[in-house]
C-alpha cells in the first residue's frame, strides 16, 4: 500500500516540477527585451506544455497570460515605442481581442490574490498599447468592422473605465454592427454609470437619448417584459416621441393583446392625425377578423341565412375601417400597401368604380 501512495506521490511531485520548470522558462524568456525566432519557437511550445500540466487555477491563468502576451513577446525588440509594421501585425481583430481578453483575466484573477504576480507589468503594457488599443478601435470602425470595433472600444473601457467615451463608442458601433444583444448590454452600462460625471467620465449622450435606445433595443430583441419596464422611463424621459409609443403598442399586438393594441393606437393616433402609417395600422387592425370571417362564410355556402349575415358582418367591418384607408392613401399616396387594401375595401363593399380609381 505504502509503495502505491509513493507512486502518487512522485507522480504528483513530477508534475508540480514540471509546472515550476515551464513557468521559469516561460517568465525568463518573457523578461528578455528581443527573442530570437528559436527563442519564440521555444517560448510558444513551453506555453503549450504548462497548459496541458497546468492544474491549479493560479498556473492556469499562469498559461493563459502567456500565451495571450505572445504577440507582444514575439515583436522584435519590444520597446515603448513600437513601429507601425509591429503594431499592423499586432493588432490583426483577433489577435488584438485575445490579448485583451489575456490580460482582462488575469488581473481580474489577480485582484482577488494577495500576491500579484503579473498585474504591475499588464499595467505598464496597458499605459504602452492603451493608446495604440484606442486606436485600433477606431480604425476598424473606419474598415465598418463595426462588430469587432465594439468589441475593442469595450475592452478598451473595461482597461481605463475613467474614459467612458470608450464604452459610449462600444454602444454605438455594436448598432452599427447589428449585434444589438452587446448593444443593449452597453447602453444599460452607461445608464447604470450615471450622467453627472465631468470630463472623461462624462457621455456625450443625453439620458433621454440612452433610454429610448435601452427600450428600442429591448423591445427589437423580444425582452418584451423587461421592454414595457424600460418603456416607463423612455417616455417619461421622452413624452413626445410616438415611436417610443408605437413600439410599445406592438408588444402588446406581439402577444395578441389586440384590445389593449387597439386602445394604443387610437391613443396615438388622437395626437397625430396626419401619420399615415398610424392611419393604415388602425384599419388593418379593424380587419383583423376578415381572414376567420371568411372561413366561416365558405363553410356556410349552403346555409343561405348564415351565408347573408356574415357578409353583412364582413362588409360592416369593411365599412367602418376604410376611412382610415382613405386618409392613410391621402397623406401617402405612393403606398402599395395602402393602395392594395383600399382597392380591397371598396371591390368588398361593392364600389368596383371607386377601386378602378386607385391606381
Given amino acids: 500500500m505504502k509503495k502505491i501512495v509513493l507512486g502518487v506521490l512522485l507522480v504528483v511531485t513530477t508534475v508540480t516540477n514540471a509546472q515550476k520548470d515551464e513557468l521559469k522558462t516561460l517568465k525568463k524568456m518573457y523578461d528578455k527585451e528581443q527573442l530570437s525566432a528559436d527563442d519564440f519557437s521555444k517560448y510558444k511550445e513551453t506555453v503549450l506544455k504548462l497548459e496541458a500540466v497546468a492544474k491549479t487555477e493560479e498556473d492556469k491563468v499562469a498559461a493563459g497570460f502567456y500565451k495571450a502576451m505572445q504577440p507582444i513577446v514575439e515583436m522584435s525588440p519590444r520597446s515603448t515605442h513600437p513601429t507601425l509594421m509591429m503594431i499592423q501585425k499586432l493588432f490583426a481583430p483577433e489577435i488584438f481581442t485575445s490579448i485583451v481578453e489575456g490580460m482582462r483575466k488575469t488581473l481580474e484573477f489577480e485582484s482577488k490574490q494577495e500576491k500579484k504576480v503579473f498585474t504591475d507589468d499588464i499595467k505598464n503594457t496597458i499605459d504602452i498599447f492603451k493608446p495604440i488599443f484606442k486606436q485600433v478601435a477606431f480604425d476598424l470602425n473606419d474598415l465598418k468592422k463595426y462588430k469587432e470595433a465594439s468589441k475593442a472600444f469595450y475592452y478598451t473601457f473595461q482597461f481605463d473605465p475613467a474614459d467612458v467615451a470608450n464604452l459610449e463608442n462600444a454602444a454605438i458601433t455594436a448598432m ?84 389593449t393594441y387597439q386602445k394604443l393606437i387610437e391613443g396615438i393616433l388622437e395626437k397625430d392625425p396626419n401619420n399615415a402609417q398610424l392611419q393604415y395600422n388602425v384599419g388593418y387592425l379593424l ?73
Fill in 176 to 259: 452599427q454592427g447589428q449585434d444589438y444583444i452587446s448593444a443593449e448590454k452597453y447602453f444599460r452600462e452607461i445608464n447604470s454609470i450615471g450622467f453627472n460625471g465631468v470630463g472623461l467620465q462624462k457621455f456625450a449622450a443625453k439620458p433621454e437619448n440612452v433610454a429610448k435606445n435601452i427600450f428600442a433595443l429591448s423591445f427589437f430583441n423580444k425582452n418584451d417584459e423587461q421592454a414595457k419596464i424600460d418603456f416607463i422611463e423612455a417616455i417619461k424621459l421622452n413624452p413626445e416621441d410616438l415611436q417610443i409609443q408605437m413600439d410599445h403598442a406592438a408588444i402588446y399586438y406581439r402577444n395578441n393583446d389586440i384590445v
Fill in 287 to 359: 380587419l383583423n377578423d376578415d381572414t376567420k370571417i371568411v372561413e366561416e362564410i365558405n363553410a356556410n355556402l349552403k346555409n343561405t341565412k348564415k351565408y347573408d349575415e356574415l357578409n353583412a358582418k364582413r362588409k360592416a367591418m369593411f365599412l367602418k375601417a376604410l376611412p382610415y384607408f382613405e386618409r392613410a392613401h391621402q397623406l401617402d399616396v405612393a403606398n402599395e400597401d395602402t393602395k392594395t387594401t383600399l382597392r380591397l375595401c371598396y371591390e368588398t363593399l361593392g364600389r368596383k368604380d371607386k377601386a378602378a380609381s386607385v391606381k
